[in-house]
C-alpha cells in the first residue's frame, strides 16, 4: 500500500504438546515430587548412593517422631527455610535431619496437590506433555555461585494456602519504569551474557545451571541476575518451528533445547525456570493462552486447551511477568521461517500491557487489581509489543472487531510522538475465514495523519469481513513501519458513492513531517474532502515558516494526465503556497503537494500533503482551464519580490475581467529595471467554439422574443455572422500584443489588457536590467475575460513612448475612417507633438502639461502619434493608429 516497507511477521508463538496429546497426564520420574529433586549440599546427581542409603535409614525411623518434626520444621520454616518446588513453594531441607527431610518429603507430597489451583491441574497441551525434570541445587559451597534464597509459603506475595500465587494488587506495584529507567541500565550485563553465552557454547557447556551461574558473574542484584537470564535466552535460543508444525521432533529436556539452540514455549519457560532458581530468584511457569501463531479472532477459547507457557518472578519485593520465547524474535509463517529480533518488551512487561495477549489459566497471575474474564480478553484488539514502545493509544474501537454504519467505519489512535502509519486491509474468504493475498485497493480508506496521532475512515469496496493490520515507526525514520494492531472489519452492505482516487502516499491532510519541511499550517483543517465549488474552482493553501517551492499533483480516474497541467495554477510567495484547482469532471480527486526549501535548487521535493477535492457539479468547462504555457510563478510572490517589485493592485494569481478589461498596477524600487509584458491564449479549436457558442446565444435570445424564422431573427443571423466574421478577421488582422499596453510614472507601472473575445488568457511579466540583454520570468497572471463584447486592440507603441509617457485618448488602436478624434497624452520631454494622418495637425499644451487637439482620420489607413524631443531633433514615432473599417471591407 505504501512505498515504505512494512513488517509482516506473525505475532510471535503459541505451542503444541511435546510428545503427549492433550489428554495425556505428565510423565514425572518417581523421586521427583513433580520435577524437583531434594538433594544434599554439594552433591550432582539425586539418585548417588549415598543419598538413597540416607533416606533408607532415615525412614527405619521412629514413626512417632513424625509429629514432633514436622512441627518441629514449620516453625523452622518461618524463620526462612523453604523448599522450591516447580510450579509449588517448600522449604529448604537440613542435611543433618534425615527423618525430618524423610517425614517433610511425605507432607510434600500429600500437600501438593491440595495447594494446586484448580485451573492449572489442567495445563497446556505442551505443558501437559513436558518430559522435564527439574533438580533444585541448595546452596553452593566453595564460593561455586550465589545460595539459593529460601521460599516459603508466607514470602511477600503469596497466599497461605495457594502456593506461589500473587495476592499483591497493581495498585501497590512499581511500574516497569519505576524498576529501571531504560534497558541501556543493562548494557553491560547484556554484553557480558552474550559473551559468555558464545564462550560456553564453544566449550560445550550445556547445563543450564553451569550456564545460569556463568553469565551473572558480575551482577550487583537480582534484576540484573535476571536480566543476564533472559539475555541469554533471547540470544541463544530459537523458536523450534519444525518442531511446532510437525516436521520434527520437539524437544523437551533443558539439555537438548540448550544443546540444539531452539525449542518451544515450554522450552524456554522450564530453562528460565531452573536458571532462576539456580541463581536465588524465585520463578514460576505460568500456563495460558495467548494471541500468537494460529489464534483466530472470534473463536472461543474456552473449549480450547492453554497453548502457551511463560515465566513468572519474585524481584524487587514485587511478581513481575516474562516471556522470553516471544523476546527471541518472531514467525513468518508466509516463508516458514524463524526471525530472531531482541524484543525487550517482553522483559517485565507491566501487567495491564501482557494482558492483552497472555491470559493465564490461573487468574492471579495476570497481577491485576481486577481480573478480566476470558471474554474480555478475546474481545480486545490484538496489539503488538510496538504498539506500547511507540507511545500508542487506540481510541476507536475498543474492541477487536468493527462493524460498519451505512458502509463505513472509523478507527483512531493517538501517540505519544510524531509517527509515520500506514495500514493494509485484505477480505477474508467466505469459505475459510483466511485472509486474501492481495490487498484491497487504497482507495478504500482515508488515513489522516496528525503530530498526535492517526484517524482511518474506511469505505469497503465489498460487503464481507476483511482483516486490518495497522503499521507505524518514528518520524523521520527511514526503517521499516511495524506492525501495531490488528482489527477485524465486518461490512455488511457498501456504501453507493464514486470511487476514490489511489493514493501511494497513504495518509491524507497535511503530512506528520510537514512542520520539518516548513509547513505550519494549511487552509484544509482535516481530512475532510474539500468541496469544489462552482464552475470546478478551489484552492488549497499551505502558510510556511520559511521561503519554499513547491509543485503539485492532481489526479481522477478519467482525467486525461496531459491536461492536468491545465488544471493548476501555483502562487508562491515567502509566507504562503497557493494551488488553485480546476475539477473539470465529477467526482472525486487527489491534490498532492511537495515542497522543498527555496534555495535548495538541488534538493528533492517531499510530501507535504495529500488532500481530496470532491466536485459534486458539472465541473469546469473544458474550454476554460488555464493556460498551457502557464508557469509556477503565478501571481506576486519570491521573483517579483527579488525584483524589488511590490504594491500590487491584484495579490492574487487569478484576475477577473467581467467587461474584458483591467488594469494591473504594481511599484517597482529600481529605474533601471525594464518590464516587458507577454499576453497569450490557448489558439485551437476552442476559441471557434466559444464564438460560435456566443452566436448560438444570440440568437437563442432573438428567436424566443421574435420566434424563429421571423424577420428580425434573421436579421439577427446576419449580423452574428458578420459580428462573427469581424473578430476572426481582427484576431488575423492585430497580433494579441497589441492588446497590452504599459504605462510607466517614475516607479508606479500599470500594465492595460483589453481581451478580444471571452475566454482565459495568461499574462507574463518579465524584467530585465542592462546590460541584461534577455527578459526574466517575474510571473503569471491568469486572466479571465467574461464578457462577449470584442475589445479593441491598443496602438502600437514604439521604443520612444517611455518612461511618463500616458495615453489619456483615444485608448482604442482603431479608428474609423473619414472622422474627427481627439487626442490627449503626456509626453514629459517632448517640445512639439503631433498627429500625422491625412493631414498633419499639430497638438498644444494646456496648464496639467497634457497634449491635446483634435486630427482627421480621412482616408488614411493609418495615424502616427509623432514628437520631437528637442528644438534640432527629428520627430519620433511614439505610437500608430489603424483606421480599419472592418464591415465595409467585409
Known amino acids: 500500500m505504501a512505498d515504505a516497507m512494512v513488517q509482516k511477521f506473525s505475532f510471535p508463538f503459541t505451542c503444541l504438546p511435546c510428545d503427549a496429546q492433550p489428554d495425556e497426564q505428565p510423565i514425572i520420574e518417581e523421586n521427583h ?83 494446586r489451583p484448580s485451573t492449572k491441574r489442567q495445563l497446556s497441551a505442551e505443558s501437559e506433555a513436558k518430559c522435564v525434570s527439574v533438580r533444585k541445587r541448595s546452596i553452593a559451597t566453595g564460593g561455586r555461585g550465589e545460595p539459593v534464597k529460601p521460599l516459603t509459603h508466607a514470602d511477600p506475595g503469596t497466599q497461605p494456602r495457594k502456593a506461589c500465587l500473587p495476592i499483591s494488587s497493581s495498585s501497590q506495584r512499581k511500574p516497569r519504569g519505576q524498576l529501571f529507567s531504560s534497558t541501556g541500565v543493562f548494557h553491560k550485563v547484556d554484553t557480558h551474557a552474550v559473551s559468555a553465552g558464545k564462550e560456553l557454547k564453544e566449550q560445550g557447556v550445556f547445563s543450564a545451571q553451569s550456564i545460569a551461574r556463568t ?64 541463581v536465588g530468584i524465585q520463578c514460576e511457569e505460568v500456563s495460558g493462552y495467548s494471541k500468537g501463531i494460529g489464534h483466530c479472532p472470534g473463536r472461543s477459547l474456552s473449549q480450547k486447551p492453554s497453548d502457551h507457557m511463560w515465566n513468572a518472578v519474585w524481584v524487587r519485593e514485587q511478581w513481575g511477568l516474562l516471556d522470553a520465547c516471544w523476546g527471541a524474535g518472531t514467525v513468518n509463517m508466509e516463508t516458514k521461517t524463524f526471525v530472531k529480533r531482541f524484543d ?35 474481545l480486545r484488539p490484538l496489539k503488538t509489543s510496538a504498539f506500547y514502545t511507540l507511545g500508542l493509544t487506540l481510541l476507536q474501537p475498543i474492541q477487536y472487531k468493527i462493524t460498519t454504519e451505512d458502509g463505513e467505519a472509523t478507527v483512531s489512535m493517538t501517540s505519544s510522538k510524531p509517527l509515520t502509519f500506514t495500514y493494509e486491509l485484505r477480505q477474508r474468504d467466505i469459505q475459510t475465514g483466511v485472509p486474501g493475498q492481495r490487498e484491497v485497493d487504497s482507495s478504500c480508506g482515508l488515513l489522516s495523519m496528525t503530530r498526535q496521532g492517526m484517524s482511518l475512515r474506511l469505505l469497503p469496496p465489498d460487503p464481507g469481513d476483511f482483516e486490518l493490520k495497522l503499521f507505524a515507526r518514528a518520524e523521520g525514520d527511514s526503517g521499516a513501519l511495524r506492525w501495531v494492531c490488528s482489527l477485524e472489519l465486518e461490512c455488511p452492505a457498501i456504501r453507493q458513492s464514486q470511487p476514490l482516487p489511489a493514493n501511494p502516499y497513504v495518509s491524507w491532510g497535511l503530512g506528520t513531517r510537514a512542520g520539518e519541511l516548513g509547513v505550519k499550517g494549511c487552509s484544509v483543517l482535516n481530512e475532510e474532502p474539500v468541496e469544489v465549488g462552482e464552475g470546478g474552482e478551489c484552492e488549497v493553501i499551505l502558510h510556511t515558516s520559511r521561503p519554499l517551492m513547491m509543485v503539485c499533483e492532481l489526479t481522477h480516474p478519467v482525467l486525461d494526465p496531459a491536461l492536468t497541467k491545465r488544471c493548476l495554477a501555483l502562487q508562491i510567495t515567502s509566507e504562503r503556497l497557493v494551488c488553485h484547482v480546476l475539477c473539470p469532471y465529477k467526482g472525486f480527486y487527489r491534490l498532492s503537494m511537495f515542497v522543498r526549501d527555496y ?31 502557464l508557469g509556477l510563478w ?79 431573427s434573421q436579421k439577427n443571423q446576419d449580423k452574428s455572422k458578420q459580428g462573427l466574421s469581424a473578430e476572426l478577421h481582427r484576431e488575423a488582422l492585430f497580433p494579441l500584443s497589441r492588446y497590452v499596453l504599459i504605462t510607466s510614472m517614475d516607479s508606479k507601472v500599470t500594465v492595460s489588457v483589453s481581451a478580444p473575445r471571452l475566454g482565459v488568457y495568461r499574462l507574463g511579466l518579465y524584467g530585465r536590467t542592462p546590460p541584461q540583454q534577455d527578459y526574466t520570468p517575474l510571473c503569471d497572471y491568469v486572466l479571465r475575460s467574461t464578457c462577449e463584447r470584442c475589445g479593441d486592440p491598443f496602438p502600437c507603441v514604439y521604443s520612444a513612448w517611455g518612461k511618463g509617457c500616458v495615453l489619456l485618448e483615444p485608448r482604442s488602436g482603431l479608428l474609423a475612417p473619414r472622422s474627427w478624434v481627439s487626442f490627449r497624452v503626456r509626453v514629459p520631454v517632448a517640445r512639439r507633438v503631433s498627429v500625422l494622418a491625412e493631414d498633419r495637425a499639430e497638438l498644444k499644451m494646456n496648464k496639467s502639461r497634457v497634449w491635446e487637439g483634435d486630427a482627421f482620420t480621412g482616408g488614411a489607413t493609418q495615424v502616427k502619434l509623432i514628437a520631437a524631443m528637442s528644438e534640432a531633433s527629428d520627430m519620433a514615432v511614439l505610437m500608430t493608429f489603424n483606421v480599419l473599417d472592418l464591415k465595409s471591407e467585409l
Open 215 to 278: 553469565i551473572t558473574q558480575g551482577a550487583r542484584n537480582e534484576l540484573e541476575k535476571l536480566r543476564a537470564i533472559w539475555v541469554w535466552l533471547c540470544h541463544n535460543i530459537a523458536y523450534d518451528l519444525e518442531g511446532y508444525l510437525g516436521l520434527s521432533p520437539k524437544l523437551c529436556t533443558p539439555e537438548e533445547v540448550i544443546m540444539e539452540g531452539r525449542g518451544v514455549c515450554s522450552g524456554f519457560s522450564s530453562i528460565c525456570l531452573e536458571m532462576c532458581r539456580e
Open 344 to 378: 525487550d518488551f517482553y522483559f517485565l512487561t507491566d501487567p495491564s500491557e501482557f494482558i492483552n495477549s497472555h491470559f493465564p489459566d490461573d487468574q492471579h497471575w495476570q497481577l491485576l487489581d481486577t481480573p478480566i474474564s476470558m471474554e474480555q480478553f478475546e
Open 634 to 712: 503565478c501571481g506576486p510572490g519570491m521573483r517579483t519580490e527579488a525584483a524589488g517589485l511590490s504594491r500590487f493592485s491584484h495579490t492574487g494569481a487569478l484576475v477577473n475581467a467581467p467587461q474584458g478589461r483591467c488594469n494591473i498596477t504594481f511599484h517597482c524600487a529600481s529605474t533601471e529595471l525594464q518590464i516587458h509584458v507577454v499576453l497569450s491564449a490557448e489558439m485551437n479549436q476552442a476559441n471557434s467554439k466559444q464564438a460560435l457558442s456566443a452566436e448560438q446565444h444570440q440568437k437563442n435570445k432573438v428567436d424566443s422574443k421574435h420566434g424563429p424564422g421571423s424577420e428580425m
Open 599 to 629: 534555495s535548495d535548487r538541488s534538493g528533492s521535493f517531499q510530501n507535504a500533503g495529500n488532500f481530496l477535492l470532491r466536485c459534486r457539479g458539472q465541473g469546469a468547462d473544458l474550454n476554460q482551464l488555464y493556460p498551457s504555457d
Open 33 to 115: 515430587h513433580h520435577g524437583n529433586q531434594l538433594q544434599e549440599p554439594g552433591t550432582q546427581d539425586p539418585s548417588d548412593k549415598p543419598n538413597q542409603e540416607m533416606k533408607t535409614k532415615s525412614a527405619l525411623k521412629d514413626k512417632k517422631e513424625n509429629k514432633s518434626a514436622i512441627k518441629a520444621y514449620l516453625t523452622t520454616d518461618k524463620e526462612g527455610g523453604a523448599l522450591q518446588k516447580r510450579g509449588q513453594c517448600h522449604s529448604k531441607p537440613r542435611p543433618t535431619d534425615s527423618a525430618l527431610r524423610n517425614v517433610f518429603e511425605k507432607w510434600a507430597n500429600l500437600q501438593s496437590e491440595e495447594q
